[in-house]
T-cell receptor, first 113, second 115 residues
Framework: SQQGEEDPQALSIQEGENATMNCSYK?????LQWYRQNSGRGLVHLIL?????REKHSGRLRVTLDTSKKSSSLLITASRAADTASYFC?????????????FGQGTRLTINP | GAGVSQTPSNKVTEKGKYVELRCDPI?????LYWYRQSLGQGPEFLIY????????DSGLPNDRFFAVRPEGSVSTLKIQRTERGDSAVYLC?????????????FGPGTRLTVL
């Protein structure tokens, strides 16, 4: 498998706390994206960070990228019950052609009320 | 507007049977992708189309799998002689243009169960 790795595999926190998920990938990239998936079905795009960017914000989301370590992190601040879902990073390796996303195994996030 | 739709939402079949899974992309999206997601795993790339042609089918696991997009819109993923190991959620996604910064919009998936 060419999938990246994410940790933790599962994370359970209280509502209002911050959640941090980490992702590592294996090859050079054009960009790295984060997706959310509810109930094992369709994925929703959250944020894209380009390979020449180090940090990006979108609402309560903060993404960092360290290309030297081939790693990324997703921070969700002030978590809500509705944030309960699985979160996947997806890398876009340039050597394999545009947009052949390589997904990590995901972090299952549970927000407890 | 309407998102990506996939039919059926669930498909149960017997080992050895033939199945077709359909994807309706967002109108006007030229790129279409198929992924497969096994339980507890992230999606794995199967094939993508730019227009009517399969630009890259390197993710198809073997020659039992085939996909078409004859008019550059709807796509059908076809699986012959299904095996129990084919059981997974098959996800379709589309994007406006085939570039490294376009967002892929995913459908809800088809859950295939091979008994």
């Amino acid at each position: 498998s060419q999938q990246g790795e994410e940790d933790p595999q599962a994370l359970s926190i209280q509502e209002g706390e911050n959640a941090t998920m980490n992702c590592s990938y294996k090859t050079s990239i054009n960009n790295l994206q984060w997706y959310r998936q509810n109930s094992g079905r369709g994925l929703v795009h959250l944020i894209l960070i380009r390979s020449n960017e180090r940090e990006k914000h979108s609402g309560r989301l903060r993404v960092t990228l360290d290309t030297s370590k081939k790693s990324s992190s997703l921070l969700i601040t002030a978590s809500r019950a509705a944030d309960t879902a699985s979160y996947f990073c997806a890398s876009d390796p340039p050597i394999q052609g545009a947009q052949k996303l390589v997904f990590g195994q995901g972090t299952r996030l549970t927000i407890n009320p | 507007g309407a998102g990506v739709s996939q039919t059926p939402s669930n498909k149960v079949t017997e080992k050895g049977k033939y199945v077709e899974l359909r994807c309706d992309p967002i109108s006007g999206h030229t790129a279409l992708y198929w992924y497969r997601q096994s339980l507890g795993q992230g999606p794995e790339f199967l094939i993508y189309f730019q227009g009517t042609g399969a630009a890259d089918d390197s993710g198809l696991p073997n020659d039992r799998f085939f996909a078409v997009r004859p008019e550059g819109s709807v796509s059908t993923l076809k699986i012959q002689r299904t095996e129990r190991g084919d059981s997974a959620v098959y996800l379709c996604a589309s994007s406006l243009l085939l570039s490294s910064t376009d967002t892929q919009y995913f459908g809800p998936g088809t859950r295939l169960t091979v008994l």
